[in-house]
Every structure is written in structure tokens, then in C-alpha cells.
């Protein structure tokens, strides 16, 4: 079956302490993972999106990385406007079907100053 | 640009009744999604549209859920009649896809809390 599994569940950390967020996946075959933040209240906003193992992208505090089985999210010195919840993603190929979307449940990261 | 917009944004009902939730794409985007959000199963597709047509409606959980996109600027998710494990966060999204990546780089509104009592 395939699914999108997210770890922790939550995050505690203080500001300027580092750390990594996961996101591992079983699927048959992956199009694209995609990196999603949440503010409470608030729909998902779009971070980045990864195609293919070895790749990385940056924006500000945040690197991702993609491997063939999983995905971290690393946060850099993070600052207490970092808190919010993590949305990993993935789009799936579908043998004689079209792909399909997957979402993890999320990571709450709480950044404390 | 105002972003994807949403309504009502929270909507309290019956059981039984119907509800329509309301859902603005930003101007330009050719495809728009609906999906549900709870504590318990996350955040779910239930529904894609390409240039106005649904393409994949296989997360739609049953016959009393319906979506439609009458033109490009405008779709409602509707449920007739809801039940109380509907309640949940329902968002909608769009985005300007490319043929095989038609999930990438989505804007979500602000989406409709439904409460089903």
C-alpha cells in the first residue's frame, strides 16, 4: 500500500538549535515530493518540491533532501517563526491509472525563544 | 492577487441538512482541488479538476458528497445530507499544472470548518 509517513510527530526546539524533520515513503513509483508548511488556521503553503533522489533545495533556514526511500527537511538555527506544522507530500504513479497524491500527517515543530 | 478564496469559513449544521462549500481558484490556474482535513486521517484529496473537469474523483467518499466547476473562476463541494464524521476542515486548492506533475506547487484558501452536530 502506499503511504507517506512523517516522524516526530512533534518537535521541541529552542531557537538557533538545528534539526531535521523525516519523511519516508512507499510508493511504486514517485513523481514528485513536495514540502508544505501550516500555520495554525491557515491552508498548507507551498515550500518546495523534490523529483528525483540526490536533489536538494534551500529557502532561507530550510534545506531539503530527497532520497529513494525518504525525505528530510533540515531547519537551520531555527527562529520562533519556524513553529508551525510540516506537510510532506507525494505524487505517486499508478500503474494504468493517474497519479495520485499522498499526504503525511505532519510534523508540529515549535520553535521557543 | 487575492489568493484562493473560500466560503463560508466555518459553517455549523444539522444533521441531514445540506451543506455547499464555496470556492474561488486565483485568476489564471487551471486546475483546483478539494480536500478534507482531520486529526485523524491528515489531509486528503477528494476531488481534481483540470480545465474545468474532474479528473480524479476517487477520494470522494461516497454519493452524498458532489463537486462541481461550472467555468474556471468558481466550484462548490457539496454534501446532501451531511452526517456528524463529516465534520472536518475542507480546503480547497489550485495551481497552474503541467501534464505530469499535476499536484505540483499548490495555493490553498484558508478553507471551511464544518461542524455537523
Known amino acids: 500500500e502506499d503511504q507517506v509517513t512523517q516522524s516526530p510527530e512533534a518537535l521541541r526546539l529552542q531557537e538557533g538549535e538545528s534539526s531535521s524533520l523525516n519523511c519516508s515513503y512507499t510508493v511504486s513509483g514517485l513523481r514528485g515530493l513536495f514540502w508544505y508548511r501550516q500555520d495554525p488556521g491557515k491552508g498548507p503553503e507551498f515550500l518546495f518540491t523534490l523529483y528525483s533522489a540526490g536533489e536538494e533545495k534551500e529557502k532561507e533556514r530550510l534545506k531539503a533532501t530527497l532520497t529513494k526511500k525518504e525525505s528530510f527537511l533540515h531547519i537551520t538555527a531555527p527562529k520562533p517563526e519556524d513553529s508551525a506544522t510540516y506537510l510532506c507530500?507525494?505524487?505517486?504513479?499508478?500503474?494504468?491509472?493517474?497519479?495520485?497524491?499522498?499526504f503525511g500527517k505532519g510534523t508540529r515543530l515549535h520553535i521557543l525563544p | 492577487d487575492a489568493g484562493v478564496i473560500q466560503s463560508p469559513r466555518h459553517e455549523v449544521t444539522e444533521m441531514g441538512q445540506e451543506v455547499t462549500l464555496r470556492c474561488k481558484p486565483i485568476?489564471?490556474?487551471?486546475?483546483l482541488f478539494w480536500y478534507r482535513q482531520t486529526m485523524m486521517r491528515g489531509l486528503e484529496l477528494l476531488i481534481y479538476f483540470n480545465n474545468n473537469v474532474p479528473i480524479d474523483d476517487s477520494g470522494m467518499p461516497e454519493d452524498r458528497f458532489s463537486a462541481k466547476m461550472p467555468n474556471a473562476s468558481f466550484s462548490t463541494l457539496k454534501i446532501q445530507p451531511s452526517e456528524p464524521r463529516d465534520s472536518a476542515v475542507y480546503f480547497c486548492?489550485?495551481?497552474?499544472?503541467?501534464?505530469?506533475?499535476?499536484?505540483?506547487?499548490?495555493?490553498f484558501g484558508p478553507g471551511t470548518r464544518l461542524t455537523v452536530l
Open positions: 486548492a489550485s495551481s497552474s499544472s503541467v501534464q505530469d506533475l499535476p499536484y505540483n506547487e499548490q495555493f
Open positions: 507530500a507525494v505524487q505517486a504513479i499508478l500503474e494504468l491509472r493517474d497519479d495520485k497524491i499522498i
Open positions: 485568476s489564471g490556474h487551471n486546475s
